[in-house]
């Protein structure tokens, strides 16, 4: 979604091979105006700090009504205040989009008439609707994606319906037809949450690995540390919040919380801390108990690691909220981190 709108600005022709359509919202990326930066830089402590008072971490409107109790002119106004408005906060207008089929339908339609509205071509634009819960999977920003389908050298494939069948020395073949190919861009994520700490021999005590520990699905303490496995602190891994909220404020969490640990520690001579194993598997337990409510953990996603063939199912992420996590966090350190065996 970010790459197709460049690369169709310089390329003669593009072949988009869609395996699922997804959700989209404009960015309305602009030059800042020059009032509105200096009116956020002359309080950008209290901008950040008002941020992490979100659920997701970051600056939006998130409105506590229900989208079942709303007119539908009520429902059309916000919908359309909110694309305009751009940007991840869309969701944000009403307070139960992921609780519900119906309610999570109604902004499901309304992006999909978007689209119609966008893409000339009807045939095209069916193909570009989602037929997916909204919000189960990552929510995408972009810039003229939509529109990009209408130009002339702009085609979409659509591969469930025509699966590749194999690609060649300079085509990719699908549903019976090649297409001709001189660049091929792969754009098929990622093993999420876990593939990058997986791809290191990491080994605990006794010989434990980390490897075999997760291979019926990862479980962490506050996806900072994980029994048998001391010193080792894994910066918004599976069990944090991570990516159901804005990374960059959790990542600073993180460091923030690892760097006072380890002053902690150093002030009293600890020199070895890990996760205790029934603190653990409490808040591992208490990662999908919240996982399990709503709509997210319905649908085949990354969260899940449905993506990957093989990999064992469960909510990796904690959707219960930045707040709560940081508060359950400095409640932890507050009571000499409690959970944890330091020695």
């Not at 008072?53 to 539908?72: I, M, N, R």
């Not at 909220?321 to 020695?343: I, M, R």
């Amino acid at each position: 979604i970010q790459s197709i709108p460049l690369i169709a600005e310089t390329a003669a022709q593009v072949t988009v091979f869609q395996r699922t359509a997804n959700y989209s919202i404009p960015a309305h990326n602009a030059p800042l105006d020059k009032a509105y930066e200096a009116k956020i830089k002359a309080r950008y402590p209290q901008f950040r700090a008002e941020a992490k008072k979100t659920g997701p971490g970051f600056h939006a409107v998130f409105e506590t009504d229900s989208v079942l109790d709303a007119t539908p002119q009520e429902r059309e106004r916000r919908y359309r205040e909110r694309w305009q408005q751009g940007g991840l906060g869309f969701l944000g207008c009403f307070a139960d989009h992921m609780m519900t089929q119906e309610g999570n339908d109604y902004a499901a339609n309304f992006l999909r008439d978007r689209i119609r509205s966008i893409v000339d071509d009807p045939e095209t634009a069916e193909k570009l609707c989602p037929t997916n819960l909204i919000g189960a999977k990552r929510f995408c920003v972009d810039t003229n994606y939509y529109a990009t389908y209408n130009r002339p050298n702009v085609a979409l494939v659509d591969i469930r319906a025509n699966p590749i069948e194999q690609v060649s020395a300079n085509a990719v073949h699908a549903g019976g037809e090649a297409y001709g190919a001189d660049i091929l861009v792969m754009a098929t994520g990622f093993d999420a949450m876990t593939g990058a700490l997986l791809a290191v021999d990491i080994q605990g005590v006794g010989g434990a690995r980390l490897q075999e520990r997760w291979a019926e699905g990862p479980s962490s303490y506050l996806g900072l540390a994980i029994k048998d496995f001391p010193n080792l602190f894994t910066v918004t891994g599976p069990g944090s919040p991570s990516v159901f909220t804005n990374m960059l404020p959790h990542i600073e969490q993180h460091v923030d919380w690892i760097a006072d640990c380890i002053g902690y520690m150093e002030s009293r001579n600890y020199r070895r801390i890990e996760a205790d194993a029934d603190a653990e598997d409490q808040w591992w337990d208490h990662v999908q108990e919240v996982g399990a409510v709503g709509l997210k953990a319905t649908v085949d996603s990354w969260y899940i690691g449905a993506n990957i063939e093989g990999k064992a199912r469960g909510m990796m992420p904690y959707l219960g909220g930045f707040p709560q996590y940081c508060e359950k966090c400095e409640t932890v350190a507050a009571e000499g981190y409690a959970g944890f065996k330091l020695a």
